[in-house]
C-alpha cells in the first residue's frame, strides 16, 4: 500500500488544456472517488496516475516515488477498466493469473494466488469458464480478481459499474465496498455517478472543467457545499435554487416570492443571492411560500413532486409520507430551519 501524492498537476492536448493545476493528497489505504460531470478530467487524471497519459506539469508520486517518467508496468498499480477488458479465449483463470505468467511467476504462486482472489470473490466456481460463459456482474468480477492477484500498492477503477444493470450496480457498489475494507489497499475511483461517491468513498473530490470544486468526506459536501455547483451536484434530486434578494431577514424573490430566513443576514442586506434547498428539507406548512404542484412521482418508500413558484422556478420536494397531490393544487411548503444555503449571486460562492 502507499500514499498517492498529485502536485499541481496539467494536462494538455496541443493548445486544449484539460487539467488546470489540480493537487490531491490520497492517503495510504483511503478510498478516493474523483466525481464529476463528463469532460471535467477526472479519467485523465485517473489514466495519468496510472501512466496512460503523459503529464504536462506538476508531479504524481506514489508510496514516495515520483512516477512521471516511470513506465505503467513498474509503477505497482493495478487497473479496473469500465468494459472489463478480459481475453475472450481465456478462461476465468487464465485471464486472472495472466499478469503473473507475463512476470514468469512460479505456477504454484499464481494458481495460490488466483484461488485466493477467487475465494474473496465468490469466483471459485467460476474458475474454467469463459468470459462469455458470465454475466455482467461476474465478468466485473474477474476484472477485480485480476488486479487482486497483482497484490498493488494503489487500486484505479475507471466507472467500472456503469455498464451494469440499476440492481447489479447497487449490489456491486457494496462488494466493492467490502473489498477495500478487506483488503485496505489505496484506491482511486472515477465515476460519474454521485450516489456511488457518496455511498462508496472515504473522500469525494468533487472536479469540474478540469479543476477541484471541492474535496472532503461525503456528508461534508452534503452539508456545507462550498459553491452552487457541488451543491447542484452533491445529493438526488438536486438541491433547489431559488435566486432573489435579501431584505431583512427575508428573501424577496421574482413576483414578490417571500421566503423567511433562519440564517444571520446582517451583512447581507440588498446583496443578489441563490438560496439553496434540497427537496428532502423541505415540509408542508405555513409561513413559507405557495408552490403549485406540477407532477407527482410516488416510489413506494417515497413521494416526489415537480412544483412551480409564483414567478415560473421549478423546484421538487420529497416527502416520505404518502400525499395524494394532484396536478394544479395549490401547497404550502417550508424549508427546515437550519437547512437552507445562501450562495452569492455572481460568483456562486458559499455565503
Known amino acids: 500500500m502507499a500514499a498517492v501524492d498529485i502536485r499541481d498537476v496539467r494536462k494538455a492536448f496541443g493548445a486544449a488544456q484539460i487539467l488546470h493545476g489540480v493537487s490531491i493528497d490520497i492517503a495510504d489505504g483511503e478510498f478516493v472517488i474523483l466525481v464529476g460531470p463528463s469532460g471535467c478530467g477526472k479519467s485523465t487524471l485517473l489514466r495519468m496516475i496510472a501512466g496512460l497519459e503523459s503529464i504536462t506539469a506538476g508531479e504524481i508520486a506514489i508510496g ?11 509503477r505497482d498499480i493495478a487497473m479496473v477498466f469500465q468494459n472489463y477488458a478480459l481475453y475472450p479465449h481465456m478462461t476465468v483463470a487464465d485471464n486472472m493469473g495472466f499478469s503473473l505468467k507475463l512476470k514468469k511467476a512460479p505456477q504454484a504462486d499464481i494458481a495460490a494466488r488466483v484461488q485466493q482472489a477467487a475465494g474473496i470473490l465468490g469466483l471459485a466456481p467460476y474458475l474454467d469458464r469463459f468470459p462469455r460463459q458470465l454475466s455482467g456482474g461476474q465478468r466485473q468480477r474477474v476484472a477485480m480478481g485480476r488486479a487482486i492477484v497483482r497484490d498493488p500498492q494503489v487500486f484505479l477503477f475507471d466507472e467500472p459499474l456503469s455498464n451494469l444493470d440499476a440492481k447489479l450496480r447497487v449490489a456491486m457498489r457494496a462488494e466493492v465496498k ?32 478540469g479543476k477541484v470544486e471541492q474535496m472532503g468526506q461525503p456528508l461534508e459536501l452534503y452539508d456545507r457545499p462550498q459553491n452552487q455547483f457541488v451543491a447542484g451536484f452533491i445529493g438526488s434530486p438536486a438541491m433547489n435554487f431559488i435566486p432573489g434578494r435579501i431584505d431583512g431577514s ?5 413576483d414578490d416570492l417571500r421566503i423567511g430566513l433562519d440564517a444571520d443576514t446582517a451583512n447581507l442586506q440588498g446583496r443578489d443571492v441563490v438560496l439553496g434547498v434540497r427537496p428532502e428539507h423541505l415540509v408542508l406548512g405555513e409561513g413559507g411560500f405557495t408552490a403549485e404542484v406540477v407532477v407527482v412521482e410516488p416510489t413506494g418508500s417515497e413521494v416526489q413532486i415537480n412544483a412551480r413558484l409564483a414567478g415560473g422556478a421549478e423546484i421538487v ?18 424549508p427546515l430551519p437550519g437547512l437552507v444555503h445562501l450562495f452569492d449571486a455572481a460568483t456562486g460562492q458559499r455565503l
Open 250 to 254: 427575508t428573501l424577496v424573490g421574482s
Open 178 to 209: 467490502e473489498l477495500h475494507q478487506r483488503l485496505k489497499t489505496t484506491t482511486v475511483y472515477v465515476t460519474h455517478d454521485q450516489i456511488e461517491a457518496m455511498t462508496m468513498a472515504d473522500k469525494i473530490v468533487v472536479m469540474h472543467d
Open 317 to 334: 420536494a420529497v416527502f416520505r409520507e404518502r400525499h395524494m397531490f394532484k396536478p394544479g393544487e395549490k401547497i404550502g411548503l417550508k
Open 64 to 74: 514516495g516515488r515520483v512516477v512521471n517518467d516511470v513506465p505503467p508496468k513498474e
